[in-house]
Every structure is written in C-alpha cells, then in structure tokens.
C-alpha cells in the first residue's frame, strides 16, 4: 500500500475521492475507504477526521468483522450539511427551491411572472426561501439559475448573486437541466443515453449522453419546415382554430366561451374524447413520431423521454405516436413520460449546482 509525505496526505484529489466515495457507498468504514481507493489508512483517517469536524460526513454505526475483533465505525455522507438553490424562470412564474445534496426539497417559494427577469425578483426571492431556516445562509454552497426561452440569465444577474451570498452561481438552458434532472432523479436514471423532447410553448430536444448535454431543435419535415412550430402550443392552437372553422359540434366551441383557447385546453377536450381535439393530438402524435425516429436514427438513440407543458398530455400523445411508428414499418425506440414534470430544470439545476460546489470529485 502506498505511503505519503505529509504535504500529499491532505492534497485535493484525496479529499474529494474519499467524500465521493462515502456518498455513494456508504456507510463504509475506514478501512473499505482505503482498500477502495488504494491509500494509506492514514491518510483515511486524517482526512475523515476534517470532514466529520466540517459536519459533511457522520458517524453511522458500527460495520461487521469476520473475527472478534473491534467492529469498524462506519461512515455516512451528510446531505444536509450543505445546501444548493436553484431558481427556475418559468411561463407560470419565477420559481425557487432549497435541497440538500440528495436532491430532497426543503423549501419552495413562486413570485408571479417576471418579463424582465429584473435583478431585485432574483434577490427577493432568494431573501424568502433563506428566511424560512436561519441556518441555510451559512450551509448553502452553490446556486443554479435558469429562464425559459426566450429569456436569458445574464452574467451580470449571476455575479450579483454569487457576490451577495459568497457562494458560485451558474446558469444552463432549461431543456439541458430537465434532461440532467430526469437522468439523475427521473424517468431517465440509469440509463446512459437518452433524448428528452420538451414540448411546449418553445419545443425543443436535448441529448444526454454519459453526462454529456446537448441542446438542439426538433429537426425539419420534407418540406422543411419546423417540426417546432407544429410542435407547440401555438402550433396545436392554430390547427385547432383552422379545424374549428368547420366544425360546429367541437365541446371547444363551449369551453371558450369562458377560457381562451390553449394547448391545455385542447388537451382537456381531447381527454373528453372530443373528436376534433383527439384530430388534433393526432396530428401531432404523427409529427412526433418523425421527429422520433429521425433523431433516434441520426443519434442511435433507443430511449426518448417526453417532457415539458406536454407532460399531462402523454398517455394521449404516446400511444398515438406509436400507431405511427408501427405504420411507418421501422424498428421502434422506446418513448416514455418524463417523471419530475415542471420540477425537472429545478432539480437538474440542483445537480448542476452540486456538481460545481466542489463537495463532490
């Protein structure tokens, strides 16, 4: 087993493999640390004693022996010994949360709508969800923000913040986040590769693969249009409208009487089993369904996760989607619902936060 100096003992590579490991392994005890990752059980045991005085790791127990000697003290990563924040600009409203490194939630906070994505929105409602735990300012390591297109975090909004609290602050395209939410805590988890299609008022499509994020359109159609425009909530809204034109018997007709016409309200007549919204939903499932096996084709792709604003509407859109890929007489990847639903950027901007908050290798 390999020996040290003393100056090597405490080096940066130690420490953040010896924490990496504890937190998906653990408990684990000293000695499996240093068999695992090859060190001198010194170097464990100097290393583990700073990060249990940091409050990051804790003693859980006692491990087992295959004789009777003394049983080891096994160790557990402290996931709340520091936080992350993230903040998500969303249509619905300017939304933010607090977690602990497990991604677990532990206060939430939503402003209405921000156009402007002003400064002062961001600070207040960091000022709110930091208030809800006197001990969350000292224990937050690093924050995530992000906007829905076609708003834009700002370099200057990110370093007002980091400079506010001390801590780094990033900033990723909200479809790169679902993806990296759903690949961490959702539908996508295990898997190594995917493609997430986020529809709604802007759709688009993000690869995950081994880690690696990439943000991209829906591709185009024969005629080379944009799938995207189709594939929207303006887009559904004006086949709707041309399809309404002729049709008096729609129970559209009835619900806009009260409601402006929506992709959520399409979705809802659809439901009801409307004839002229499940047209609709049709038409899209057949766009879908080529925007599906063109970047699964291109990318080799056998998973696609369907995310975004149309999330409630896929127990509708996926089995019509099949239809399509099944009379399209092609080999058929697999097409699920993303599971974290409008959570997904949130939590994807926590992992991203982790990941940047130097608490992990």
């Known amino acids: ?32 640390l240093a068999r695992l990752l090859k060190l001198n059980p ?38 709340r010994a520091r936080l992350l924040t993230a903040i998500y600009a969303g249509r619905n409203g300017v939304t ?104 709604g008022h802007t759709s688009r499509f993000c690869l995950y693969l081994d880690g690696i994020l990439r943000a991209g359109g829906l591709g185009y159609d024969a005629a080379g249009q944009p799938f995207a425009a189709r594939l929207s909530d303006r887009g559904l809204v004006i086949a709707a409208q041309s399809l309404l034109e002729n049709d008096t018997t729609s129970a559209i007709h009835d619900l806009t009487q009260t409601r402006r016409l929506s992709a959520r309200l399409i979705f809802e007549a659809a439901q009801q089993h409307d004839p002229l919204a499940r047209a609709v939903i049709d038409t899209a499932a057949g766009d879908l369904a080529q925007v599906v096996l063109g970047l699964a084709d291109v990318l080799t792709l056998d998973l696609m996760i369907l995310g975004g604003a149309w999330t409630p509407a896929a127990p509708l859109l996926i089995p019509a989607v099949y239809e399509h890929l099944h009379a399209l007489g092609t080999p058929l990847p697999t ?25 992990t290798g």
């Open 1 to 32: 087993m390999p020996t040290n100096s003393a100056p090597e003992l405490m080096r940066p590579q130690s420490r953040s493999a010896i924490l990496e490991t504890i937190q998906e392994r653990g408990p684990i005890s000293r000695v499996d």
């Open 42 to 79: 010194a170097t464990v045991t100097r290393i583990t004693r700073l990060l249990l005085e940091e409050d990051l790791i804790c003693e859980t127990g006692e491990g087992t022996t295959p004789g009777a000697g003394r049983k080891p003290t096994l160790l557990s990563f402290n996931h």
């Open 96 to 199: 933010g949360v607090i977690a602990d490194t497990s991604g677990a939630i532990l206060t939430r906070h939503t402003l209405l709508p921000d156009p402007a994505l002003a400064s002062q929105t961001f600070h207040t409602l960091l000022n709110e969800l930091l208030a809800a735990d006197p001990s969350y300012r000292r224990r937050l390591a690093s924050a995530c923000l992000c906007a829905a297109p076609p708003a834009q975090i700002t370099p200057g909004l990110c370093d007002s913040i980091s400079e506010t609290l001390d801590i780094p602050v990033i900033t990723a395209e909200d479809v790169e986040l679902a993806a990296l939410g759903e690949a961490t805590w959702g539908a996508g988890r295990e898997r190594p590769h995917f493609g997430l299609l986020w529809l």
């Open 335 to 359: 097409v699920i619902t993303a599971e974290l639903g409008d959570d997904a950027p949130l939590l994807g901007a926590i992992k991203l936060a982790l990941d940047h908050s130097g608490l």
